[in-house]
């Protein structure tokens, strides 16, 4: 054979190898990807539409609290001795009368009882903490605070902070004292609420929210009545107001 033959020989049999090599892969694909739908086609696959979707973004569901029972306050025969820590609130506007504020309701309902009182209107909890000289021997604390504190954004570290120093002192001055704690008069006080219910629950006291009072009908206003307190206002509570929140005040107390 010539060495030309003999090249072209080489070259023919390089190439019908090389057609082997291909065709030979070019099977394995296609038995491959047989094989994987048939196993797909009768591998059961999962339900995903009973799969819950992502929750990398959404938020943590809170773990349910059972509501304490009502805080009993065992007379002695003496009148009671009651605290009132608050804003203006607690300070009756815009009652028509000092007699119509949930405080003086809530007093009377207890009655008779030695009150004292440290309120501010228009102030946070940082100014009211301040002026909160606690008695001995309290039988019963409210504290109304935190309403104002929405508005002036006060920071949640701090509120926290203050809010349990105030407990504290209460309950260390008067570690027998019945102590109840309202939320804030507000429909955007949420945060503030929840740190309200937690410090009050931690220090053996009953959290009373506020906010279903202050959305309901009728609760608030009009606005322009003159009041001992000044003009009234559509944000305050009038006498509806002020006896809702006594009621639920009282509905967190036993006196036997």
Not at 63 to 86: C, E, K, M, N, Y
Not at 138 to 154: H, I, M, Q, W
Request: charged share 20%; aromatic share 6%.
């Amino acid at each position: 054979m010539s060495s030309k033959a003999w090249r072209s020989g080489r070259k023919r049999g390089h190439a019908e190898t090389s057609l082997y090599v291909l065709g030979s892969a070019f099977l394995a694909v296609v038995g491959v990807a047989g094989y994987l739908l048939t196993e797909s086609a009768t591998t059961p696959q999962p339900d995903r539409s009973a799969q819950p979707a992502s929750t990398a973004s959404a938020a943590p569901v809170p773990t349910p609290v059972s509501t304490p029972g009502p805080l009993t306050i065992v007379r002695d025969g003496t009148p009671l001795r009651v605290l009132f820590a608050g804003d203006s609130l607690t300070g009756s506007y815009f009652a028509s009368s000092t007699e119509a504020g949930f405080r003086s309701r809530v007093a009377t309902a207890l009655g008779p009882v030695e009150l004292t009182t440290a309120e501010l209107a228009d102030q946070t909890l940082t100014t009211v903490s301040r002026i909160v000289d606690v008695p001995a021997d309290l039988d019963l604390a409210v504290v109304e605070l935190g309403t104002n504190d929405v508005g002036t954004k006060t920071p949640f570290d701090q509120f926290t902070s203050q809010y349990r120093d105030l407990l504290g002192k209460i309950t260390t001055t008067s570690p027998g004292a019945a102590l109840i704690c309202t939320g804030t008069w507000q429909d955007a006080g949420e945060a503030y609420d929840a740190v309200i219910e937690a410090e009050c629950l931690t220090a053996g006291g009953r959290y009373v929210p506020l906010v279903d009072i202050f959305e309901a009908d009728g609760t608030r206003g009009p606005a322009g009545t003159e009041t001992p307190f000044g003009e009234s206002d559509t944000f305050h509570p009038n006498d509806s107001g002020h006896q809702q929140i006594a009621d639920a005040i009282l509905a967190a107390l036993t006196v036997s």
